[in-house]
């Protein structure tokens, strides 16, 4: 069963990098890391998926994400081609993008979030052997990737590859995700979470105030500290996660939002981006400028009103990667068969039957005729050989 909890951090994660990739507002990146909860989320759902199947989990959560990224590609990529993209073999990475695919002058901004999939698609591959030493070597392996950042922003892996450097980044919340299906967050005590939140959470907050980047205290460009406050944000929000949430779903509006968001998370991530790229300089054609609070908030609804309308034509792709029934708005309550079949509509009686039916039903409720009491085999054997011996006509001998 699903924990609704676990699925509103996974609505607010997505609904976060579409308000910021809009404002730019780079509180909004302390307020709620939003990329690496999807990761961790993602992680947890990973391991849970690996004990379930084994290493095929790989292929079939590889089946899930991919199409979305073809059906994007098919869109844009003939677009990109025609207005100066090269045809090269790298191309092909856009089907399966273990690397950075290539991208003209302004492909490159609008599918920039491509990046998210490279980085799962790798996390996914190494899964398999991650989990298995997770659970054999939990402290080298959870800090492993901490270390490795680390040593990358210090100056120590100056020129460490984008993947790499990513690993560092985000795999440390996936490990948190393998931590919280195995329920060890869970199990861990206020005693030892509390001063682990607190150490990360300023040593995270520590390195941002005092390394800045291009943007301010953007966690994008401070990957040191996003790993760390992350990490601490990820225990209190994932670690301390409640079993069920009933209270997303009161509101039956906001319940749903929350359904259909999360069956659509990859095409409204895929697609947001294209859609901000666009409307940018069409909202200043009308006199406001890219800061102006009205047309921030003007876009914003613009966005996620172009998105939801992408989203109905071609969400369903999500469905059939996932083998679902294809819906093109998920989240309809679906009957049971026993509700079926209380609203399957009664054939009428024949004529003159209800007379009949009054009958053997008053038949029915009168009470049977108790039958006789049942006596011990012995009485009754007992009984017989009275009857047969006080009968003359039975004797043998007289």
């Known amino acids: 069963m699903r924990n609704r909890y676990l699925d509103l951090l996974r609505f607010l994660a997505i609904v976060r990098v579409v308000v910021y990739h809009v404002t730019g507002y780079a509180t909004l990146t302390l307020v709620f890391p939003a990329m690496s909860v999807m990761f961790a989320l993602a992680g947890s759902l990973m391991a849970a998926s690996l004990d379930r199947s084994g290493v095929p989990a790989v292929a079939r959560r590889l089946r899930r994400l991919l199409p979305s990224l073809w059906v994007l590609a098919a869109v844009f990529v003939p677009a990109m081609l025609l207005t100066g993209l090269p045809l090269t073999p790298k191309v092909l990475l856009w089907l399966f993008p273990v690397s950075d695919p290539p991208a003209n002058y302004w492909g490159g901004l609008a599918l920039s979030p491509i990046w998210y999939l490279r980085d799962y698609l790798w996390f996914v591959l190494a899964s398999p052997l991650a989990l298995w030493l997770f659970r054999r070597a939990l402290l ?68 941002i105030f005092t390394h800045p980047g291009p943007r301010g205290y953007d966690l994008n460009d401070i990957h040191l500290g996003n790993a760390l406050w992350s990490a601490a944000f990820i225990l209190v929000a994932i670690g301390r996660a409640p079993e069920r949430a009933p209270w997303v779903d009161r509101n039956p509006v906001f319940g749903r939002a929350v359904t259909v968001l999360n069956r659509r998370a990859l095409t409204v991530y895929l697609w947001h981006m294209p859609f901000v790229v666009a409307l940018t300089p069409l909202v200043g054609l009308v006199g406001w400028g890219p800061r102006d609070p009205v047309g921030l908030w003007l876009r914003v609804a613009l966005v996620f009103a172009l998105v939801g309308m992408v989203t109905l034509l071609v969400g369903w792709v ?81």
């Open 318 to 398: 999500e469905d059939v990667a996932a083998r679902r029934t294809p819906e093109l708005l998920p989240g309809r309550p679906r009957r049971t068969v026993a509700d079926r079949a209380a609203a399957a509509p009664a054939s009428p009686a024949p004529a003159g039957a209800a007379g009949e039916l009054v009958t053997t039903a008053a038949g029915l409720t009168r009470p049977a005729p108790a039958p006789p009491p049942r006596r011990p085999p012995a009485a009754r054997r007992a009984n017989s050989r009275k009857e047969w011996s006080n009968d003359p006509s039975q004797r043998l001998f007289p």
């Open 140 to 207: 080298p392996t959870l800090l492993a990737p901490y270390a490795l950042l680390a040593a990358i922003e210090l100056g120590v892996l100056p020129d460490a590859p984008t993947v790499l450097r990513d690993f560092g980044l985000y795999f440390g919340a996936w490990l948190l995700g393998f931590a919280h299906h195995d329920g060890l967050l869970r199990r861990m005590g206020n005693r030892v979470l509390v001063p682990l939140v607190l150490l990360l959470g300023a040593g995270g907050l520590g390195w």
